[in-house]
């Protein structure tokens, strides 16, 4: 009897911890899995420049906000979300150059984690024009 009772406490304890989790997940994705903390992060720092799509095209001085969206940003960068990161964090292009001002650097505004996050949102956006032919820069 003792061992029933045992299996039927555990079995309540994992549907109490499963019902808890889904809850838990249900409220956080509005969009695709994943991608709510890093659209909040994006909407707060960085729409402002680039546009809530991502399109950027704002002059903002002698500079053009960058195009964000899907699948130019990765091409520009090589697919590497390393050096996305760096873009983002230590605002250097994908040759290690400067990014034009007003670009900030978020390194110590945001944490890796963030920027992460904000990568994986910025990589549900799309579609940016045909990948960019840099003529001069
Ligand atoms: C004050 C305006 C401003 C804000 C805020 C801003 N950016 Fe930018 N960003 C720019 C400008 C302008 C450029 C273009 C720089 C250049 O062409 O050298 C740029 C370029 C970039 C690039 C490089 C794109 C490329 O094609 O080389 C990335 C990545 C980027 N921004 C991400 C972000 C992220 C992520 C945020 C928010 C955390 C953000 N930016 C916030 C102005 C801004």
């Known amino acids: 009897m003792r061992g029933f009772f045992g299996t039927l406490t555990a079995a309540a304890l994992i549907t109490a911890s499963t019902l808890a989790a889904t809850a838990q997940t249900t409220q956080t ?33 002698t500079a053009v906000s960058a195009d964000l969206r899907s699948p130019g940003l990765e091409t520009t ?13 230590e605002g250097k292009d994908e040759e290690g150059g400067p990014l034009d001002a007003p670009m900030p650097h978020w390194k110590g505004q945001l ?12 990589k549900t956006l799309c579609c940016s024009a045909a990948p960019e032919t840099k003529s001069e820069d």
């Open 77 to 89: 960068y090589r697919n590497s979300d390393a050096l996305i990161m760096r873009a983002i964090l």
């Open 111 to 122: 944490t890796e984690q963030q920027a992460g996050q904000i990568l994986i949102y910025l």
């Open 29 to 61: 994705t509005q969009t695709a899995p994943g991608t709510a903390p890093g659209k909040a992060l994006y909407l707060s720092h960085c729409a402002v420049c680039h546009q809530d799509s991502g399109a950027g095209g704002l002059k903002l001085g």
